[in-house]
């Protein structure tokens, strides 16, 4: 599968902005997809992952509450819905996407090491 990502931007903090993951390949559904982000500087931080179903989801501490993820597998395309941002969410964000149990007993992927299929990273930027 194939992943391309879209949507970051420049924004002032307490905006909202929402990322796409677009997909190739007709067994999307069959993927958990992830969000990740990293900073200049820093490694890959894990933000959110969904289900293949989209029936599951799970957030980073960090962004619990602000940020939602979601899928609709008839277009092919994962999205993360993101809210009340502040300057520390500043990072380039990637999708990935990997064959995965996750919604059907078995615990969600968060680390990047799980992951076999990567987009290619949109930039955030949030000022204060």
């Known amino acids: 599968v194939q992943l391309q990502a879209s949507g970051g931007g420049s924004v002032q903090a307490g905006d909202s902005l929402r990322l796409s993951c677009a997909a190739s390949g007709r067994t999307y559904s069959s993927y958990a997809v992830g969000w990740f982000r990293q900073a200049p500087g820093k490694g890959r931080e894990f933000v959110a992952v969904?289900?293949?179903?989209?029936?599951?989801?799970s957030y980073a501490a960090s962004v619990k509450d602000r940020f939602t993820i979601s899928r609709d597998n008839a277009k092919n395309t994962v999205y993360l819905q993101m809210n009340s941002l502040q300057p520390e969410d500043t990072a380039v964000y990637y999708c990935?996407?990997?064959?995965?149990?996750?919604?059907?007993?078995?615990?969600?992927?968060?680390?990047?090491?799980?992951?076999?299929?990567w987009g290619q990273g949109t930039l955030v930027t949030v000022s204060s």
């Open positions: 990935a996407a990997v064959r995965s149990g996750y919604g059907l007993g078995y615990p969600p992927p968060d680390g990047p090491h799980e992951y076999d299929h």
């Open positions: 969904i289900s293949g179903s989209g029936g599951s989801t």
